[in-house]
């Protein structure tokens, strides 16, 4: 079993829990940070390599934005750029260990 090292951008002002999303069983671990702006608070995910980003972006919102009840009204960012298939697995979507999404709504606020 490979397992990811702590990386530096993992410590980063996240929650000390870790949302698991794979089992222990699996070949490949991947820790990927998830970030919520609007509660501007991270948490880790333990996942693989071929898990969905949509399972992703709900196990990390139901830790994050555990009130929102419409999670489509939220759009992943990876690299900037939203990830637009959310069906498509971490990999496929550009996404590597220690990676960061980025979880925002999809309505921009006015900033008052």
Known sequence: MTVSTTHFVNSLRVRPEIVRLASDQAPVLWTVRVQAAEVWDSVRVETTPETRVRDVKQAAMASLLPDVEQI???LVKLHGAEVVNEAQSLQAA??????TLFVTSRRRRPVR
């Open 72 to 74: 489509d009204s939220f």
């Open 94 to 99: 550009g996404a590597r260990d220690a990676s």
